[in-house]
C-alpha cells in the first residue's frame, strides 16, 4: 500500500520561509516523479513544482523566483523549500507521487495535505 505523507506547514510571516516535506512509502520511490500542488481559499488546485527521476524539475513561474523542490531517494523524501513567502502563498499544499506522460507530470497517489498561511 502506497502512503504518501506531508509535513511542515504552519504559520509565517510575510517574507519568512517555510519547509516543506513528503515521504513516499510503497513504491519504488527512485523511479517516480515528484510533486507539489496547492490549493488556495476558493481556487482550483494547481501544480507548484515537479521533479522527474531524472532530476528534472518544472516549477510554476509565480514561484519560481522562492521555491525549490529537492529529493532525497535515499530517504524516499520530497521537500519544497519556500522562500520570501506571500499571503498569496495561503494554501494546502499537498505531495504527490507519479510519472512523466503524455509530455507532462501525472500524479498517481496523493498525501492529505499541509497547511502553509502566510499572515502578519
Known amino acids: 500500500q502506497v502512503h504518501v505523507v506531508e509535513s511542515g506547514g504552519g504559520l509565517v510571516q510575510p517574507g519568512g520561509s517555510l519547509r516543506l516535506s513528503c515521504t513516499a512509502t510503497?513504491?519504488?520511490?527512485?523511479?517516480?516523479?515528484v510533486g507539489w500542488h496547492r490549493q488556495g481559499p476558493g481556487k482550483q488546485r494547481e501544480l507548484v513544482a515537479y521533479?522527474?527521476?531524472?532530476?528534472?524539475?518544472n516549477v510554476l513561474d509565480s514561484v519560481k523566483d522562492r521555491f525549490t523542490i529537492s529529493r532525497d531517494n535515499t530517504k524516499k523524501m520530497v521537500y519544497l523549500q519556500m522562500n520570501s513567502l506571500k499571503p498569496e502563498d495561503t494554501a494546502v499544499y499537498y505531495c504527490s507521487t507519479g510519472g512523466y506522460r503524455d509530455r507532462g507530470y501525472r500524479p498517481d497517489y496523493w498525501g492529505q495535505g499541509t497547511q502553509v498561511t502566510v499572515s502578519s
Open positions: 510503497g513504491i519504488s520511490f527512485g523511479i517516480y516523479s
Open positions: 521533479m522527474t527521476s531524472t532530476y528534472r524539475t
